[in-house]
């Protein structure tokens, strides 16, 4: 089966003053198409820098990212940018929508990067919406919907280009139990019938139950389950 | 275009404050169109000054009198095939404030020299004919209702009769017309003779000859040439040309280019403070909005595009209006400035000092989003 996502003996550090904080050293990851798998691990232990990666909001020290096909690490910054409109989505833990627009102005960003017409932005927003179920709160602002809703115009966002992978960052951090079985419910969904690849970072046992496959993240390697103490 | 919810919703996100910096943007254009527009208008009356016609004026002071004696001597002087002299009378109409550009003038020869003044020839006849006579301006007779055949008194800021009083009543024989400059439409002229007869001093005298050039080109060297004939005496003389004359005459009531810029230059630089720092201010507040732009695939360079465009939005659409306003409002400065409308070169002006503010202060703003780093933004730094 491809690969969605390829990491090999990625390192990453950061530079804190003089001292150089090594958060990946040599990690390896294999994400087949199709899979919605979930990343868990102690805090600082480099899950959003791996997310980062994945998504090509950051780049590794060295390793090979290969992402969708493409060595996402030997793009330019402008080649990076058009690179995630098309092929990630990304769902945040406080959702990150633009406060001054309304839901589908939200859901229609990443459609402004593409050469669709009017009508043709709007078909998919309206198909997007539905998807989440808001269509009803279409003209609304964030702050007038609640953290849920919130998070799914967000998904709706994430999904509008049609990207093949969805990248999530404890995307149910800041719902409550009933809310967050919502939304994860949505996000397998869009795994088992759309074929989205998904990969998500959470603290949360129950979260990662609905994913097919966990990894655990512990200074800065992975570790497989069965290896786990 | 399809742009254009984003830039606006940034502007929208904080309405009192957009609002006032707008507010601010266009009051400051409406005092560049009025100011600048004034000034552009005076500037007109300079650049459509004659060059063939000489002003010679006292060397003290323009209000300074020369002596009637100095007209034989100035017409030896060659190159020169006309002469006439004008005073300044002061005149104003019932009220102070109804001043009246009122001139005794030597009727016989003032007039050849102002070809652009447009008389009947009977009405100029009958002022050569009339001691009383009176010619005005059509713009003027038409503020006061004046027509041929009026009698009209005048009162003097300057000239009193021997017996103390300064009304002088002139019989109206004719009204002329001034093409394309309401300012000299609006001027009076009557006899020198009727004017030095009745006046309690200065007889003698006049305020400034006007010689007309035989050839334009020779303007420097007959002035040279006037102003020579009176060197070392009590009435020394100084010849310009109409253009020098008309920008000396401006000068007295202050350097008008020179206050007009500093006005508009100290407005503009308080405004440069001002909307930068509120948009400064407004974009370090929305850094976090154009990380996300950025995480969705905005690039760096889009995310610039933004910033400037509103920031042009903002002071285009303020500057549109303000001097907008200022055209809607320049019709009643007619009577001071005596132009209709705002000048169009103030408009583009605008229009460039519009885009230059929106660039000046959109510029570091804009730099300081293109360079977020997104995944400092979302951890917060
Ligand atoms: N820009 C940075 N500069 C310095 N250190 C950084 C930077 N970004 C991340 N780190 C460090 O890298 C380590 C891993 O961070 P990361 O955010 O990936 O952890 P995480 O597993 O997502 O943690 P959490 O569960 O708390 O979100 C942390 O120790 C963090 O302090
Ligand atoms: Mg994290």
Not at chain 2, 31 to 47: D, K, M, P, S, Y
Not at chain 2, 254 to 262: L, Q, Y
């Amino acid at each position: 089966m491809a690969l969605a996502v390829e990491l090999r003996q990625v390192v990453k550090h950061y530079r804190r003053g003089k001292e150089m904080v090594e958060v990946l050293s040599g990690l390896d990851l294999a994400v087949p198409e199709g899979e919605f798998l979930a990343i868990m691990g102690p805090s600082g232990s480099g899950k959003t820098t791996v997310l980062n990666l994945i998504g090509g909001l950051d780049r590794a020290n060295s390793g090979s990212v290969t992402v969708c096909g493409e060595r996402i690490d030997s793009l330019n910054g402008a080649g990076l940018a058009r690179w995630r409109s098309r092929h990630v989505g990304f769902i945040f833990q406080f959702y990150n929508l633009m406060p001054g627009l309304s839901a589908e102005r939200n859901v229609e960003l990443p459609l402004l990067l593409t050469h669709l017409s009017r009508a043709e932005r709007k078909a998919h927003v309206d198909i997007a919406l539905e998807v989440v179920g808001l269509s009803d709160r279409r003209r609304h602002k964030p702050s007038e919907l609640s953290g849920g809703q919130q998070q799914r115009i967000a998904i709706a966002r994430a999904l509008v280009a049609d990207p093949t992978l969805l990248i999530c960052d404890e995307p149910t951090g800041d719902l409550d139990r009933q809310t967050a079985d919502e939304i994860l419910v949505l996000l397998q969904t869009l795994n088992r019938r759309q074929g989205k690849t998904i990969v998500m970072v959470t603290h949360d046992q129950k979260a990662a139950d609905y994913a097919s496959r966990q990894v655990h993240v512990d200074k800065g390697m992975l570790i497989a389950p069965e290896d786990r103490p | 275009m399809k742009y254009i919810p984003l830039v606006w919703s940034g502007l929208w996100r904080k309405r009192t404050r957009t609002i006032l910096t707008f507010a601010s943007i266009v009051v400051a254009f409406l005092l560049f169109g009025l100011l600048q527009g004034v000034n552009a208008a005076f500037g007109v009356g300079v650049q459509s000054s004659r060059l063939d016609r000489l002003y010679v004026q006292s060397r003290v002071s323009f209000t300074d009198p020369l002596p009637m004696g100095h007209l034989a001597q100035i017409q030896t002087v060659k190159g020169i095939d006309g002469i006439s002299y004008a005073n300044w009378f002061g005149g104003y109409y019932q009220d102070q404030k109804n001043f009246v550009f009122s001139y005794p003038v030597e009727a016989e020869t003032y007039f050849a020299l102002y070809p652009e003044i447009r008389i009947p020839p009977e009405q100029l006849q009958a002022l050569l004919k009339t001691r009383t006579g009176a010619l005005v301006g059509s713009e003027l007779a038409r503020k006061f209702g004046w027509k041929i055949g009026d009698k009209v008194p005048l009162k003097s800021q300057i000239w009193t009769h021997p017996d103390g009083t300064s009304d002088w009543v002139f019989d109206i024989v004719g009204i002329f017309d001034w093409p394309g400059d309401a300012n000299q439409s609006r001027a009076f002229y009557f006899n020198h003779t009727y004017f030095d007869e009745g006046r309690a001093f200065g007889k003698g005298t006049v305020g400034w000859y006007i010689v007309h050039l035989a050839d334009v080109t020779k303007g420097p060297e007959v002035g040279k040439a006037i102003d020579a004939l009176f060197a070392n005496s009590p009435n020394e003389t100084k010849t310009q040309n109409e253009k020098e004359s008309t920008q000396a005459f401006l000068r007295q009531f202050g350097d008008i280019n020179f206050i007009v810029s500093s006005i508009i230059g100290a407005v503009f630089f308080t405004l440069l403070f001002l909307t930068g720092n509120t948009m400064m201010q407004s974009i370090r507040e929305r850094l976090p909005e154009f990380a996300i732009l950025k995480t969705l695939g905005f690039t760096d360079g889009a995310v610039l595009a933004l910033v400037l465009a509103e920031s042009l939005l903002l002071c285009l659409t303020a500057a549109l209006i303000g001097l907008g306003l200022a055209a809607l409002m320049f019709p009643y400065l007619k009577a001071f400035v005596g132009v209709l409308s705002l000048p169009l070169q103030v408009v583009s002006l605008g229009g460039g000092l519009a885009v230059l503010l929106a660039l000046v202060i959109g510029g570091i703003p804009a730099l300081k989003a293109k360079k977020l780093v997104i995944v400092d933004s979302l951890r917060g730094q």
